[in-house]
Structures are given as C-alpha cells and as structure tokens.
C-alpha cells in the first residue's frame, strides 16, 4: 500500500495546480481523476 502527504481528488487545472504546488515543496502527492 502507497502512503502519501497529501491527495487530491480532481484532475482539472486547480487540481494539477495544487498537486504540482505540493511535489514542489516536497509532500509526497497523489492526483486522482475520474476517466
């Protein structure tokens, strides 16, 4: 089982923003969205 800092649920350009913004400072982030 993966752990990670933070995850986000939504794929939409506030969602990429966020996701993108807390790799950045070095959390260990999860992105998901529905196909």
Do not use: P
């Amino acid at each position: 089982m993966n752990r990670y800092d933070v995850v986000i649920a939504g794929g939409g350009h506030a969602g990429t923003e966020a996701a993108l913004a807390t790799a950045r400072l070095g959390f260990k982030t999860a992105l998901v969205t529905v196909k």
